[in-house]
């Protein structure tokens, strides 16, 4: 199995930046694609951006050229996602994401609470 640690989160003013960082333990050699996801409140949760094994990315529209995804497979499993000149529409909480082939599921973290003031 696989357990996640997401952290990073805070208050920004708009147009400031977040690093949010997502760290993997476990089954570690089972994720294929690891990824970042939104909920805001009384909305669903959405993809904000994932990253596979071969570092292939992709991105939402409402995201792109602002946030960039990353991940470290040296040790352990780490996923970052920079947010750059953010906006009140990005407030929400954030999670990580894991997907595993192997297993057949997904994995969630506790969630890291991004806010941003207007």
């Known amino acids: 199995q696989v357990q996640l640690v997401d952290s990073g989160g805070g208050l920004v003013q708009a147009g400031g930046s977040l690093r949010l960082t997502c760290e993997a333990s476990?089954?570690?050699?089972?994720?294929?694609?690891m990824g970042w996801y939104r909920q805001a409140p009384g909305k669903q949760r959405e993809l904000v951006a994932d990253?596979?094994?071969?570092?292939?990315?992709?991105y939402a529209d409402s995201v792109k050229d602002r946030f960039t995804i990353s991940r470290d497979n040296a040790k352990t499993t780490k996923v970052y996602l920079q947010m750059d000149s953010l906006k009140p529409e990005d407030t929400a909480v954030y999670y990580c994401?894991?997907?595993?082939?192997?297993?057949?599921?997904?994995?969630w973290g506790q969630g890291t609470q991004v806010t941003v003031s207007s």
């Open positions: 994401n894991a997907a595993s082939i192997h297993y057949g599921r997904n994995y």
């Open positions: 476990g089954s570690i050699w089972s994720i294929s694609t």
């Open positions: 990253v596979n094994n071969r570092g292939i990315t992709n």
